[in-house]
């Protein structure tokens, strides 16, 4: 007899010996016949027996062979029971010992067969962990009824490197973020498979389809149980789509088939800008996507009845055969199930009139969700149906004609019982629960559910992609619970830069910061301090700018959102100070011009006509202070001080759905200006009186007008749309228009260059900074303007550590010096491209390049090619 051993190369054959006589009981118990069953019975007693006696003269060479120490010989043919007295394990170098006894299932103390099926159990299960090359059990020896085993195992080389060959470096950085291979995890058929196919999977999006990839394992002579990979990538051609051609079409032209596969396409040479790649997974969608466009079109039995992609040389052609079926129109539509709403107000709701195309898509969005008005489920679920459901059923097709019965299920209506938000680790929950339009004890609305989503995004305090609504209904109490998750993101934003603001002016440097997410009332809370306290929403900016001794401007602002905590009317305040200086050709200051001012402000929402109005009144003081400063243009005004006392009160609505990237909604503005009427009360002659003395107390009314709105063209290109426009003058018709506050164009808006004080600077790129003026004003400002601007917007990246889009656009724009002078359509216009990158902690910051068509009388050189830079939301 042999000594007993087992091991990975041999538990098949010794598990068949203690398998035969359960497969023969499992044959008798099927009925089969008494002659087939003895013949079995026959056959494997007999190779039993053989292999019995093979056990006993050779060792097993199969999986499983066991063998025996010198101090004891086991019987195949007679097993006898042991306990187990010890376990110890040879060739572990780097895993521990006793996991991998625990791994067996083995304990020292437990009773086991020898020879048995519990030491081929212990092996699989360390097999199937993937750490070992080989393994096997011994009997290191046996006293009396005890035994003592002996894992023997050889541990799986260890990941030191891995290099690629065949692609250039910068793939390579790409692929070691694909693959999930790492420096010292055990290297197996598994992770080698795994890696073949991430990278594969990599270049076949890209259209390679024809890669191939050669993984080999490599000897690592500077680290012990080591290797490295040396993976090398032949990505091959690039598989393209040589021609796409569709029969079987007789009603849809192939040209607007073709449109409709998005990510398939023929190549054409002169056409850059299209992909023609082939992609298996983007053509099968694309297939997917046609017969759809088809459902659309009232084809609803439409299918591709086969698809070849026939290889020509390294790229493909394409044919498709489609059945169109018949075109199907809708005929009669009835509802059942309806109690609370009549049949011929669901049948308004749903637009849908007798003789229309039938297009499943387009029923689907009238009865769930319709984004261009109502639809049947807001109309339930508005008024707190939130159980509510509809199915169309398609009760009669008949020739090109279906009959539909709309099947509803109304339910109860629901009451919010618990509102729940989770996510916020710096905003408080109050100022997150005054932001919701879900509140407990009222009927449930999903139309208030969107707009709570919509007002927690323009916070600007949490992630906009990553808000989360999840109605939890209770179907038993009627009741639902709404829970709001958000996702912080950094709102707090330090401005410092430096930029040309021309030859005039020079360099100009900038130091801001502002607090979006303030707290007053931790204030003295000092471990709520991150740099300052945070979570109340209240917002504290401060702003310093300056060009050495020529320019400085210093701003403070501080704004409470909730003024008392119990309904949204704000408070802020505001104080601000300015200087220009004038200097000769010594560098000596020769005149300045200094603004001060402060301004309250208040305002309320409104919830007339609806709850995205709101209402902010303000007052102002501004001083103006003159000496000796020649390049104001303020009707040649050059020294004094003049007052200006303002109140301004706007009233607006806003419906964006994203501060940053807007991709529906609008806003809309009238803001009216108004000081007190001075010309009323003071005692002067127009005629003849100095100008000094004249605007001594600024007087004039104000009014503008600001209307923006996008509109999605396609995912998420959007379009968007402005105007704007405004107007200044007097109320005695005898005094002359202020020379303040009039209107400059040109320029970024809110670019370097323009700091013209004591006017109201409007953007108009293509133009420089402060050049579109009437062209008799000897640089003072318009006292009419208006302006309209057309931009596409596409979003490169949307997340919390970076928004950047880019965008196209055209605008025109023009400036006049008096009402008789006005015609809104003649226009200073200029198209151009731009980028605009939003990171929380510099807020959003753009770049444009724009080329101005007309030229400005007396200034030649202002239009033409020109860059522009912007810090902020471009208002106007």
Same mark, same amino acid.
Do not use: C
């Given at each position: 007899m042999k000594?007993?051993?087992?091991s990975?190369?041999?538990?098949? +054959?010794?598990?068949?010996m203690?398998?035969?006589?359960k497969? @023969? ?14 013949s ?10 053989v292999?019995?006696?093979v ?33 110890s ?17 083995l304990?020292? !103390? ?9 030491i ?9 962990? !993937?750490?070992l ?20 195992l ?8 891995? #290099?690629?060959?065949?692609i250039?470096k910068g ?11 790492v ?6 058929d ?45 990505k091959?051609?690039?598989?393209r ?8 079409n007789?009603a ?53 009845i086969?698809d ?5 040389g #390294? ?19 009835t509802?059942?199930?309806?109690? @609370? ?18 297009n499943?898509e ?34 009669r ?11 509803i299920?109304? !339910? ?18 109050h ?6 339009y ?11 559910l ?7 995004s ?6 906009a992609e990553?808000?989360?609504i ?11 619970d ?10 707090d934003?330090?401005? +410092?830069?430096?930029g ?38 209240q ?23 909730w ?12 104080l ?5 200086s ?19 402000? +208040?305002?309320?929402?409104?919830r007339?006509?609806d ?7 303000s ?22 001080s ?10 607006s609505r ?5 501060p ?9 503005s ?14 002067i ?8 003395? @004249?605007?001594k ?10 209307n ?22 007097s ?9 303040f506050?009039r209107?400059i ?51 490169v ?10 965008l196209?656009?055209?605008?025109g724009?023009n400036?006049w ?40 009388p ?8 020109q860059?522009h830079f ?7």
């Open positions: 000594k007993l051993r087992y990975t190369h041999s538990l098949s +054959l010794f598990e068949s203690y398998s035969h006589n497969f @023969i009981h499992s044959l008798s118990e099927k009925n089969i016949t008494k002659g087939i069953v003895f079995l019975l026959f056959f494997s007693l007999f190779f039993g027996n292999i019995s006696v056990a006993q003269t050779t060792p097993f060479k199969g999986l499983g062979s066991f063998g025996t120490s010198s101090k004891k010989d086991f019987d195949y043919a007679n097993p006898k029971e042991y306990t187990i007295g010890g376990i394990v040879e060739g572990a170098s780097y895993l521990d010992p006793n996991a991998l006894i625990s791994l067996t299932g304990r020292i !103390g437990d009773k086991i067969i020898v020879p048995g099926e519990t081929g159990l212990a092996i699989r299960k360390l097999w199937k962990q !993937g750490l090359g080989d393994v096997s059990i011994e009997v290191d020896k046996v006293e009396g009824e005890k035994i003592f085993l002996k894992l023997i050889t541990e799986r080389p260890r990941l030191s490197r891995f #290099d690629f060959t065949g250039p793939q390579q950085n790409t692929l070691k973020d694909k693959v999930t291979l420096r010292g995890r055990i290297v197996n598994v992770i080698i498979k795994n890696t073949e196919v991430a990278i594969k999977q990599h270049y076949i999006q890209k259209g390679f389809n024809n890669i191939k990839v050669n993984i080999v394992q490599k000897k690592d002579t500077t680290l012990a149980n080591s290797i490295r990979l040396e993976i090398d990538v032949d091959g051609k690039k598989v789509i040589e021609d796409i051609e569709i029969e079987g007789e849809i032209a192939d040209k607007k088939l073709k449109r409709k596969m998005k990510k398939t396409k023929e190549f054409v040479a002169w056409n850059i800008f299209r992909s023609s790649k082939f992609i298996p997974k983007e053509f099968k969608n694309d297939k997917q996507s046609l017969i759809a466009y088809y459902n659309k079109q009232g084809y609803r039995d439409a299918y591709v086969s070849t992609v026939k290889k020509e #390294d790229n493909v052609k394409i044919k498709l055969t489609v059945n169109e079926g018949n075109k199907y129109h809708y005929r009669n539509i509802w059942s199930g309806n109690y @609370i709403h009549s049949d011929t107000l669901l049948s308004s709701v749903l637009g849908i009139r007798k003789g229309d195309v039938y499943p387009d029923l689907q969005k009238r009865m769930s969700y319709n984004p261009t008005g109502l639809d049947i489920t807001s109309l339930y679920m508005d008024d707190g149906y939130l159980f509510f459901n509809i199915q169309p059923i398609e009760v097709v008949e020739n090109d004609s279906i009959d539909i019965e709309m099947r299920f109304e !339910g109860d209506q629901a009451t919010i019982s618990k509102v729940i938000v989770t996510g916020n680790t710096r905003t408080r929950d100022v997150i629960l005054r932001e919701v879900t509140v407990p004890g009222q009927k449930f609305s999903r139309s208030a969107l707009r709570t989503q919509q007002q927690l323009q916070l600007g305090y949490f992630d990553q808000i989360g999840n109605p939890i209904p209770n179907m038993a109490d009627g009741t639902v709404i829970h709001y998750s958000v996702v912080e993101k950094p709102n934003q330090i401005e +410092l830069s430096g040309w603001g021309g030859g005039t002016i020079g360099f100009i440097g900038t130091l801001g910061l502002t607090f979006n997410n303030f707290s007053s009332s931790r204030l003295l809370d000092f471990s709520s301090w991150s740099p300052l306290p945070q979570g109340d929403g917002q504290v900016s401060l702003r310093f700018q300056a060009s050495g001794r020529q320019f400085q401007t210093y701003s403070f602002s501080f704004t409470e959102p003024l008392g905590g119990k309904k949204p009317n704000s408070f802020s305040i505001s601000q100070h300015s200087k220009q004038e200097f000769n050709f010594s560098r000596e200051i020769t005149g300045n011009f200094q603004v001060s001012g402060i301004t309250l402000a +208040l305002g309320r929402r409104l007339v006509p709850n995205y109005f709101t209402l902010s009144n007052l102002s003081f501004l001083r103006y202070s003159l000496n000796n400063y020649t390049r104001a243009g303020f009707r040649n005004i050059i020294d004094g003049f007052n200006n006392i303002v109140f301004n009160t706007t009233l806003s419906s964006v759905d994203s940053i990237y807007p991709r529906n909604g609008s806003t809309i009238l803001s009216l200006g108004l000081t007190p009427p001075y010309s009323s009360f003071r005692n002659d127009y005629q003849t009186a100095e100008d000094v003395d @004249i605007f107390f600024v007087e004039y009314h104000k009014w503008m007008f600001d923006t709105w996008y509109t999605p063209i396609a995912g998420d290109l959007v379009f968007s749309a402005r105007a704007h426009m405004g107007f200044i003058g109320y005695n018709k005898n005094a002359p228009t202020s020379p506050e209107f164009l040109g320029g970024a808006g809110l670019g370097f260059g323009n700091l013209l004080l004591g006017s109201d600077i409007i953007g108009l790129r293509g133009y420089e900074d402060n050049s579109v003026v009437p062209s008799d004003s000897k640089r003072e400002g318009g006292v009419a303007y208006n302006k309209f601007v057309m931009e596409l917007r596409y979003p990246t949307l997340n919390q550590a970076a928004s950047i889009f880019v196209a656009f055209a605008e724009g400036n010096g008096s009402f008789q002078d006005f015609k809104p359509f003649d226009l200073k216009r200029s198209a151009g491209v731009g980028a605009r990158i939003f990171m929380p902690a510099f807020g959003l910051l753009g770049i444009d390049w724009a080329y101005g068509f007309d030229q400005i007396g200034n030649p050189a202002a239009n033409g090619p860059f912007t810090i902020g939301q471009m208002l106007r």
